[in-house]
């Protein structure tokens, strides 16, 4: 039986971070170092798992879907709730719902697919994926023209997807006309912040979302659950000050790429060697890699304070 569905009570505990995917020299999944990054993850506190665009599942060959959950269905902890991604392709949302149907997880994310996409065509493609995996999905809306808010809360209605994941980048959060009509038109609990900890204090503060998701929190697992807990508190001077120790890496994500720069990051940390990564990415160049890895660094070891002193 799979474990319980994810819910607004679970963001309420935890952030939900977003790990690459780490691989050996020859490209192939890395079980010890892929082990190490969730136990690290684990340790900080954090017992939501996304695996999907920090992991590169947009390009994963079909041929390692199968054995990515089962690895993922091994190394987490009884505690810590996993969320595999399916797609981005229509195609390949049938194909990975197949797989996930021989599994346990409870969800999974369906990767957004820009281009050659409707609205509504979209929301057809996830009933489909829905009913052929047998399980609802994490829908991830991270641009304008994907999926409308009204296709959005029809689904909802209908109990085929479990929680929101909002990630469409403004120059201000706090000025967001989709998500402000997105939450008159569904549970704002159930939709999480998705771009990690930069907007997440407005999102959760202004638009009463549930709850956020972290990539740099893979690198301070302790700081991304303590800002959680300063926004549950109120305590919004607090959250900010955590919000900017932060700033520095996720400033370098938004320059050189998100998954890029976390990929690299999680490595120069000294947290797991992820290796290569794949095509059609290609590894960070060489002249920014000492940016950021002294930024991860810094990350790390603010992280490691607060485990200090408790």
Not at 13 to 18: C, F, I, N, Q, Y
Not at 116 to 131: D, K, L, Q
Not at 219 to 224: F, K, T
Not at 286 to 301: E, K, V, W
């Amino acid at each position: 039986m799979a474990k319980a569905c994810l819910t607004p009570d679970h963001f309420a505990r935890s952030p939900m971070a977003v790990p690459p995917l780490a691989r050996d020299a020859r490209g192939a999944l890395d079980e010890r170092a892929n082990a190490a990054l969730i136990r690290h993850i684990e340790a900080g506190g954090i017992t939501l798992l996304l695996y999907g665009g920090n992991a590169n599942v947009y390009h994963l060959p079909l041929d390692e879907y199968e054995p990515l959950l089962d690895m993922l269905g091994r190394l987490p902890s009884a505690e810590t709730l996993v969320v595999p991604a399916a797609g981005p392709t229509f195609g390949l949302l049938l194909e990975h719902a197949r797989a996930l149907r021989r599994h346990r997880f409870s969800t999974a994310m369906v990767l957004p697919h820009q281009g050659i996409t409707t609205s509504a065509g979209v929301a057809t493609g996830v009933r489909r994926f829905v009913e052929a995996a047998g399980i609802p999905a994490l829908l991830y809306v991270k641009h304008d023209g994907f999926i409308e808010p009204e296709d959005v809360a029809r689904l909802c209605r209908d109990g085929l997807v479990s929680v929101i994941k909002y990630a469409t980048v403004r120059t201000d959060p706090a000025n967001d006309p989709y998500l402000r009509t997105l939450v008159t038109l569904v549970d704002p609990a159930t939709i999480i912040s998705g771009i990690g900890e930069q907007p997440a204090i407005v999102h959760l503060r202004d638009f009463g979302l549930g709850g956020f998701t972290t990539g740099c929190g893979c690198v301070a697992p302790r700081l991304s659950c303590d800002l959680l807990a300063a926004v549950r508190h109120g305590d919004w001077t607090e959250a900010e000050r955590i919000r900017t120790i932060f700033a520095p890496l996720e400033t370098l994500r938004n320059a050189h790429s998100p998954i890029r720069v976390l990929h690299e990051a999680v490595a120069a940390a000294g947290i797991a060697a992820t290796g290569p990564i794949l095509p059609l990415l290609d590894p960070i160049e060489p002249a920014h890699a000492p940016a950021i890895g002294a930024a991860a660094r810094a990350l790390f070891a603010a992280d490691a304070q607060v485990g200090a002193t408790r």
